[in-house]
């Protein structure tokens, strides 16, 4: 169960740093994207559907450009990422948020 969460973590990391280099490169293709974070192209793609369909890029004739979704993403990610930390070494003591 660990491991699979960890696996999860791992990919949402990778969606991350593909949503980064979309905002930051836009617009911009799978293969640049690929060389640019140095990951294969099939998982820089997948990455790029799951973003797709959560809303955080579209695609364009000059490759993906991020939405207002996207910006919203980044920049609430440092407390959503804080809440995930509490969660987690609160795990190790059995404290919950409701007491």
Same mark, same amino acid.
Request: proline residues 3%; aromatic residues 4%; neutral net charge.
């Given at each position: ?36 974070? /140095? ?38 990610? /440092?407390?959503?990422? /804080? ?17």
């Amino acid at each position: 169960m660990i491991r699979k969460m960890k696996e999860e973590i791992e990919l949402l990391s990778r969606h991350l740093d593909v949503a980064r280099a979309v905002v930051n490169n836009q617009p911009i293709g799978i293969m640049k994207l690929a060389e640019m974070l /140095d990951r294969p192209s099939h998982r820089i793609r997948y990455s790029l559907h799951v973003l797709e369909q959560y809303g955080y890029i579209r695609a364009s004739p000059d490759g993906a450009v991020a939405t207002g979704k996207a910006m919203d993403l980044l920049q609430g990610l /440092d407390t959503d990422i /804080d809440d995930l930390i509490w969660l987690l070494n609160n795990m190790k003591t059995g404290v919950s948020r409701t007491g």
